[in-house]
């Protein structure tokens, strides 16, 4: 049966560059090998080589490889062994890496777990979210609900406020980390999310337009901020400044329109625009001084 007619649950919610190289791979192991388990599996070999399953879905690694032991051996040595998967978790990516996923996945105890501990914990967050996604639950990789990474945003936040006055080195750092993931989240919003929403809905014009002047507001907040100390006495205020603005942001678009796109849109559109969005995510500029960073900051004065 060609790849596309029986294409895994988890590869129909993931890029579309995970389904071709997941549905070359089992089309030619068919024509090698004949149906059946074995094709399958050569086909998630390959596809394991260059993403990492995360959540529901397949997400493109950030270095190309074998994902655990088991992945490593080839042929005859591979079929023989009886060492377990890592069940599409790269459990040769680093701790740091892991400890992101982590959180993503929401998974509790995780900054006590050692690297294997991880890597078990993810594979059970997986299957879980593969088994609510099969139920029908419905994902952030679906449409625009960003849920997952307003809650990361959040968590930066909540650790500024909660840092002392002194804490110049742990405020920096996370002001660091808080402008890497604005940086993505205005980028990926600006160049997928909202361009589909005004095109394909035009009752919530207004509301996107005042999305992309928030992002605007936090973009100018953020260069700001790079230019200054964390010891400089603005530094605290005008972060405390982006935090509500941000906030506000986050909330207002998760809780009024976001509801009212996936309620108005197909399910074959919004796995379409979530697809994009997750491309769009691995591609995004990580710092405000980056060619396409600047870019869409000028698009959203000139929108």
């Not at 190289?21 to 068919?30: E, F, I, K, N, Q």
């Not at 750092?173 to 909202?194: A, F, R, S």
């Amino acid at each position: 049966m060609p790849a596309r007619e029986e294409l895994p649950s988890t590869l129909r919610r993931s890029p579309r560059k995970a389904q071709q190289t997941w549905g070359r791979t089992h089309d030619s192991a068919v024509e090698q090998y004949g149906e059946g388990e074995r094709a399958h599996r050569t086909a998630f070999a390959a596809l394991k080589h260059g993403f990492e399953k995360v959540g529901d879905h397949w997400e493109p690694k950030q270095h190309p490889g074998p994902s655990d032991e088991q992945a490593a051996r080839s042929g005859a040595q591979a079929r023989r062994s009886d060492r377990p998967t890592a069940g599409g978790v790269d459990a040769n990516a680093t701790k740091s890496h892991l400890l992101d996923l982590a959180r993503r996945l929401e998974i509790r105890g995780r900054s006590r777990m050692t690297k294997p501990e991880l890597v078990e914990a993810i594979g059970r967050a997986n299957d879980r979210e593969t088994a609510r996604a099969r139920d029908g639950g419905r994902r952030s990789t679906r449409g625009p609900k960003t849920t997952k990474h307003g809650k990361r945003i959040r968590a930066l936040f909540k650790a500024f406020d909660d840092s002392g006055e002194n804490a110049h080195k742990r405020r920096g750092e996370l002001v660091t980390k808080m402008i890497e993931e604005l940086t993505v989240h205005t980028y990926v919003e600006n160049e997928v999310m909202y361009p589909q929403v005004r095109a394909l809905l035009p009752e919530l014009e207004q509301d996107v337009l005042e999305s992309y002047e928030e992002h605007h507001v936090a973009d100018l907040l953020t260069v700001e901020l790079m230019a200054l100390n964390p010891e400089d006495e603005r530094f605290a205020a005008k972060t405390r400044v982006l935090i509500e603005n941000v906030t506000h942001h986050i909330e207002e678009e998760e809780k009024e329109w976001f509801p009212k796109v996936r309620e108005s849109l197909s399910r074959t559109q919004l796995r379409e625009i979530g697809e994009q969005l997750i491309e769009a995510r691995e591609s995004a500029p990580r710092h405000p001084a980056q060619p396409s960073a600047l870019k869409k900051t000028v698009d959203a004065l000139i929108r």
